[in-house]
């Protein structure tokens, strides 16, 4: 029964415009004030009951209600947009003898013209522009190329610091540029997640904000807790706004904007020097990276006196800082064991003080690696972090190598199980092959199988697995699925799972068989193939059947799988022990085929590849209107395609191969009218 009568939707809409203002008032003290004015729960209760009056009351809703926070919508593709004033990079230098060049330069241009230099930060992330009309939100753009980017609006509205409607008095028409930052912490938490759940953590912040940026499920993005960092604000001929960009920064604050407060009003170059070495120290302090100093002429009167160059304005420079560099002892080396047998080699190394953190560990990637560095026993390795949040092996600190250093021999059996390492020809790095025998491999294998984007049973966590694995109930995946009330009841020393534990357990493993066939592929974690790979591979082939009886040839047609996937494929479905546990786990009653609701099959039997831009698709919007038909889209061009759609700069190699090869070759009208 409906909160409210539907006769009469006045009460209700009363009900969400409070809501909506006491929401949007909580927010704005909590992450532009950093005060918290209500316990989580209370913020919770109020979030809920409006997302229930929109859900029962939608012509009701708020276009900008906080609800737009928490995401939910799907992007299929990002729109490409023009920006309507392009966005330029800034000149980049490491050197204080060119910023006293800049200056001196600025002062000779403007020939006895009061001014003054603002200094700020320049944040380590994506550049984006908000353009606000009548102070609403109404569009996001990425930076791109400066001339075109792609529509985020959806994502950027779930970021809690970019304002849906401004506050007070703001212009009609213009935009605010900033940049999207990943906070430390947020990372680090997002990071360990990842890990948790069998994926490669992001390399830094800066990579992990672009990539939530361009995330097709908004919620998603919500879930990343980015950070918008305003240091721009422009606007079309005729519409006012502060004449000094110190004002204009301030000015935006007003408005609701989170403006960081580290900027500074400079006079000269003594005062910008300062500046810069303040926060060549303290911006280890910092809860998210930053990687240099922006200069810019405060008085925006005289940017147009000042000019541009090709790339960048003559009224601003950017000063970036030298990544951070220490030399520590190499104590050992431990080498790692993942879930397909990957061998990681990692230094132990003497802590030392690196960038805001104790760096103890990093990473010697390969043989190669470590051939490629020259790193002998006991040498003293260069580790520099930089923007990165990972610290990195850059070389060797050759003026403290011993006389008589032996080079460090690359081990040739698994430190796990003592099998000979296998390294394949093409490959980088060494795998112990021994992948039912290696413990190692089959605990990460299981924690892959169970994880979240996988099979997502949470009540198995790795402490739970290496029970039930020490106790010999479980050595693959499949022996989940044979799991026994009565096995699990008091498990483990101190009897860890108990009458109600194992209800759960088993209750999370019986759900697990709703996993839709594409996840379950995954979950089986086939050297290469990823999330995407196994979504690729259960739509083009669509059954377990097909997909085990695929050769490679077919299987690298599919686009984005390639040769190497392909043949990691063929090696696994080859492998007796493996095509057991899929007939276990079929079963058990885990799903092997895939239903996904198509809008006709007049493409059915047929393999498609495009190539080039079109008018009324995108690259992507294209390839799911052939599934939507019933065809397969393929990455490249064999004897089996049969057709090329060809759009505007399609590749030539593709024009020649489709000619040799006699396939046919359609424009994209021609492909509208066998569809609609």
């Known amino acids: 029964m409906d909160l409210f009568s539907s006769i009469d939707t006045e ?87 060119e910023i006293e060049e800049f200056e001196a330069r600025t002062r000779k241009l403007l020939d006895g013209v009061p001014f003054s230099y603002t200094c700020e930060l ?52 213009f935009e605010a540029r900033g940049e999207v930052v990943y906070p430390f912490e947020s990372f680090k938490t997002m990071n360990a997640q990842r890990e948790a759940e069998g994926d490669e953590p992001f390399a830094n912040p800066r990579n992990a904000a672009s990539g939530s940026l361009k995330l097709q499920d908004s919620a998603e993005c919500a879930k990343r807790k980015l950070l918008f960092c305003m240091y721009f604000m422009m606007a079309p001929d005729g519409v006012p706004l502060p004449d000094t960009h110190f004002g204009r920064l301030d000015y935006a604050r007003q408005m609701g904007f989170k403006v960081q407060p580290y900027i500074q009003e400079c006079k000269d170059i003594d005062e910008i020097k300062e500046f810069i070495d303040t926060w060549d120290q303290g911006r280890w302090e910092l809860p998210f990276g930053i990687d240099g100093i922006v200069i810019k002429v405060n008085q925006t009167a005289l940017w147009d006196r000042l000019g541009l160059t090709a790339k960048s304005p003559r009224w601003a420079i950017a000063y970036k800082f030298k990544a951070e560099r220490v030399s520590t002892p190499l104590e050992s080396i431990s080498y790692q064991v993942g879930r397909t047998g990957v061998i990681t080699p990692v230094a132990n190394l003497q802590p030392v003080w690196l960038g805001g953190t104790t760096v103890r560990r990093a990473t010697l990637v390969n043989a190669d690696f470590i051939e490629k560095m020259g790193i002998c026993k006991g ?69 892959h199988f169970v994880s979240r984007k996988a099979m997502g049973i949470d009540t198995l966590g790795p402490e739970r697995l290496e029970l039930l694995y020490s106790a010999g109930l479980v050595r693959n995946v499949a022996d989940l699925y044979d799991l026994k009330r009565e096995q699990l009841i008091g498990l483990g020393s101190d009897a860890t799972i108990q009458d109600k534990g194992a209800d759960n357990l088993l209750a999370a493993i019986e759900a697990s068989k709703e996993v839709p066939f594409e996840r379950v592929l995954f979950a089986l974690g086939i050297r290469y193939v990823g999330e995407v790979g196994a979504k690729k591979l259960a739509r083009y082939f669509g059954n377990m059947d097909a997909l085990m009886a695929a050769t490679e040839e077919e299987l690298a047609g599919v686009e984005d799988v390639g040769e190497v996937t392909a043949k990691a494929v063929c090696q696994w479905f080859a492998d007796a022990e493996h095509r057991t546990v899929v007939e276990r786990l079929r079963t058990a009653g885990l799903k092997m085929s895939g239903e996904w609701k198509m809008e006709s099959q007049k493409l059915a039997g047929m393999t498609l590849v495009v190539s080039g831009t079109f008018e009324h698709f995108s690259r992507e919007e294209i390839k799911a209107d052939i599934e939507n038909h019933g065809g397969k889209v393929s990455g490249s061009i064999s004897g089996k395609t049969t057709y090329l759609v060809a759009g505007e700069k399609m590749g030539p190699e593709k024009q020649k191969k489709a000619e040799k090869l006699g396939v046919k070759i359609i424009t994209e009208a021609e492909y509208m009218d066998m569809t609609r």
């Not at 229930?52 to 012509?59: A, D, G, K, S, W």
């Open 122 to 173: 320049k944040y380590d992330g994506v550049a984006i522009g908000l353009t606000y009309r009548h102070g609403r939100l109404v569009q996001a753009v990425t930076r791109g190329n400066g001339r075109v980017g792609d529509d985020i609006t959806t994502n950027a509205k779930t970021i809690p610091t970019i304002p849906l409607q401004l506050r007070g008095e703001y212009p009609d028409d």
């Open 379 to 447: 040498d003293h390795l260069l580790i520099e972090k930089g923007g990165e949040i990972i610290p990195k092996v850059v070389g060797v600190d050759m003026d403290k190598r011993q006389a008589g250093a032996m080079p460090v021999q690359y081990i040739t059996r698994c430190p796990e199980c003592g099998a000979a390492l296998v390294r394949e020809e093409g490959e980088a790095g060494h795998y112990c092959p021994n992948s039912d025998g290696c413990h190692p491999q089959i605990i990460g294998r299981l924690e």
């Open 11 to 97: 009460p209700a809409r009363q009900r969400m415009d409070e809501l909506c203002k006491e929401l949007d008032r909580l927010n704005y003290e909590y992450y532009m004030n950093d005060r918290s004015l209500v316990s989580d729960e209370e913020f919770d209760g109020m979030m809920r009951e409006l997302q229930e009056l929109e859900r029962q009351y939608p012509e009701l809703a708020n276009p900008l209600s906080p609800t737009k926070r928490v995401g939910g919508e799907v992007n299929k593709s990002f729109r490409q947009v023009e920006h309507r004033f392009p966005m330029l990079s800034l000149g980049n230098t490491y050197s204080i003898e």
